[in-house]
């Protein structure tokens, strides 16, 4: 075999006379795959808006605990249970008036304003909210990039070997998929202790399935295809062709799962600490300020209200991109 | 399709017999013992209370002793409530979840059905983007943010029904109804896309050109074939509502198995998270297994694999 590869040499092959009429058409610019995917996805508005907010939203996350002078977990008792006050926005209910209408600000002599209200503790919920959203994301955002490294590094096996190694890892996923996962990620919480890596690894444990599945059919597809044959009649390692040939083509059904596992991971964040099985104060994600605000919406709704609409808008926002993504970047998917 | 069902039950009780497993174990590893104050119990006390629920065998044995109940169908005693089986609490719970669960669903394929229906019959309208936008809402909003504000506003500030317990008919609407939210949402959008790959097809072109009026092209030919595959949401629709089911009844305190367990896992309750946790992924099981048997059924352009 070795020996054939060093006879084929380069001056053997001769370049084809180009036709005139042939090259007319390559003369445009030509198109690649991401150029064209992303002229489809600003097409979608719906998805660019959700882009716009995901952008907005993380920026926020990054530098709204900066820019508001009040650090997350600074307790004043004095200062607890204030309404929102923004300047100027006093029509829109930010006006420092509690539930009977009576300006707490200048009852209790406060000169400085807190945005969001405060919390029972005083601790300002603006400067909490957005900490809480960058813990959320930091969150979703591990526990997704983990999932596509073990889904990948699985589905690929299993698809590019095919056979036996692919029989015995899917009996394997048909056994995972069969256990509802909400209930393995309940019982390791239990078992691991609440706080931030428990969380990711409950999460990624049951969560890769879903991305190995996915990239266990494309590249099953994949590899049957005409170019992967021909890479390999030339003598391309496995390596290459997963390198080269099947990842790139794989990509845009890897990052449209990668956009719906986001929104996913953020929503069991925020169950797991509605259910008190969550992040421990000082710390807090959008779940636990969620529940503090529901144990106390009775008085203080916008203790509930700011998480709610952040949290809202995070998973409206991500649903949205990833709509737009699957369109752009693979037809076919369309569910 | 003989072969391919006893093939699918086979799988269905191994995975059931790791579940069982694999919650069994993790319960040893658990920070903490159901007993409550277990530094004011002297060692006597202790070693009764251990005695009497089998917890002084070593692992192994207390293993098989499990295994051997269950196949018997007892889930062991609670911790929590003094003299009471699991299967006894279980039993008292399930009606609750189930009568929500259901109205959920219901309501919900419904409403979902029509939504999705009219937002493809009326494609790019305004009624399509309408409801293609509750369909997103629906689907982002997390249900328990949902309950929350729907219990705030119609049950504290308008009053219009209760806002928690468990007293008569009225106090199943507010959990029902923030349960079906999701299930709106899913199948309004796969009804959606489902039809609008129908209305593409070949022989709805044909149904037109053979002259049959919009109603019966419309009710006979598209309808009828992108409902078919709708079946197959059950599965994940269901696991959808058992999630919910969890933080759901939590806040409008329904006396179900969802509350049951949150209330279980901060007392340590090991036999009742478990009978929970075994009853919730059984349930799980079966219905992936009869949704899969079914879809074969009413479609008969699906051939299952093992049918000759």
Redo the contacts between chains.
């Keep these: 075999m070795s020996s054939l590869k060093q006879e084929v040499e380069d001056d053997l092959f001769v370049r084809a006379p180009l036709e005139e009429k042939v090259l007319e058409d390559f003369a445009e610019e030509p198109v690649t795959f991401w150029n064209e995917a992303w002229r489809r996805l600003k097409k979608n508005r719906g998805s660019l808006l959700g882009l716009i907010t995901i952008i907005f939203l993380s920026l926020m996350a990054l530098f709204g605990p900066v820019i508001s002078n009040h650090s997350f977990d600074d307790q004043d008792l004095a200062l607890s249970n204030l309404p929102p006050k923004i300047e100027g926005l006093g029509w829109l209910g930010f006006d420092g008036r509690d539930v009977n209408g009576k300006d707490q600000y200048e009852a209790r002599e406060v000169t400085s304003n807190f945005w969001f209200g405060t919390d029972e503790f005083g601790r300002d919920l603006w400067t909490r909210v957005w900490k809480a959203t960058q813990i959320s994301l930091f969150i979703a955002i591990v526990a997704a990039v983990l999932d596509l490294i073990i889904g990948v590094v699985y589905g690929g096996i299993s698809g590019f070997f095919g056979g036996r190694v692919d029989g015995f890892l899917q009996r394997i996923i048909e056994v995972l998929i069969g256990i509802p996962n909400l209930i393995v990620i309940i019982l390791f919480i239990l078992i691991l202790e609440p706080g931030i890596t428990s969380i990711i690894l409950a999460m990624v444990i049951t969560g890769w399935v879903g991305m190995a599945r996915v990239v266990r059919g494309q590249i099953l597809q994949l590899k049957g295809q005409e170019y992967v044959l021909a890479a390999r009649t030339l003598g391309t390692s496995n390596v290459k062709i997963i390198w080269k040939h099947l990842l790139p083509n794989v990509m845009g059904a890897i990052i449209i799962t990668l956009m719906f596992t986001i929104p996913t991971a953020i929503f069991f964040e925020a169950f797991l600490s509605f259910i008190g099985l969550g992040l421990q104060p000082p710390l807090a994600s959008l779940g636990v300020l969620i529940e503090d605000g529901y144990k106390s919406m009775r008085f203080f709704s916008f203790k509930l209200l700011f998480p709610a609409i952040v949290i809202s808008a995070v998973m409206i926002s991500f649903n949205l991109l990833g709509d737009g993504l699957r369109d752009a970047l693979d037809p076919k998917m369309r569910k | 399709m003989k072969t391919y069902i006893a093939k699918r039950l086979g799988?269905?009780f191994?995975?059931l017999f790791?579940?069982v497993s694999?919650?069994f174990f993790?319960m040893q590893?658990?920070?903490g013992t159901p007993f409550t104050n277990p530094e004011k119990l002297s060692v006597e006390q202790l070693e009764v209370m251990n005695e009497k629920y089998g917890l002084n065998k070593p692992v192994a044995i207390q293993y098989l002793n499990y295994l051997c109940d269950l196949a018997r169908g007892d889930l062991g005693i609670s911790y929590q409530y003094e003299g009471r089986s699991v299967n006894e609490i279980l039993g008292e719970r399930i009606g609750p979840s189930v009568l929500i669960g259901s109205q959920a669903l219901i309501f919900g394929a419904i409403v979902g059905l029509l939504l999705g229906i009219i937002s493809a019959l009326k494609h790019n309208s305004f009624l399509d983007y309408g409801s293609v936008t509750i369909a997103?809402?629906g689907?982002?909003?997390?249900s328990?943010?949902f309950a929350?504000?729907l219990q705030?506003y119609v049950g504290?500030k308008l009053g219009w029904l209760p806002a928690a317990l468990w007293e008569g008919y009225e106090n199943t609407i507010m959990p029902s109804l923030a349960l079906s939210v999701t299930v709106i949402a899913t199948v309004a959008r796969?009804i959606r896309?489902e039809m609008l790959e129908v209305l593409g097809q070949d022989y709805i072109v044909t149904a037109r050109a053979k002259g049959l009026s919009e109603k019966a092209v419309v009710f006979k030919h598209i309808i009828r074939n992108a409902i078919i595959p709708v079946v197959t949401m059950l599965g994940p629709l269901a696991?959808a509502i058992?999630?919910g089911t969890?933080?759901i009844e939590?806040?409008f305190t329904v006396p179900g198995l969802g509350e049951q367990f949150?209330k279980s896992?901060?007392v340590n309750d090991y036999s009742v998270i478990m009978g929970v946790?075994l009853m919730?992924?059984a349930l799980?099981?079966a219905i992936?297994f009869i949704v899969d048997i079914l879809y074969g059924l009413i479609d008969p352009r699906i051939s299952i694999k093992g049918e000759v």
């Design positions: 799988y269905m191994i995975t790791i579940v694999i919650t993790l590893y658990l920070p997103v809402l689907m982002s909003i997390p328990f943010v929350a504000l705030y504290v796969f896309t696991v058992m999630t969890l933080v939590k806040i949150t896992i901060l946790t919730y992924s799980f099981i992936v």
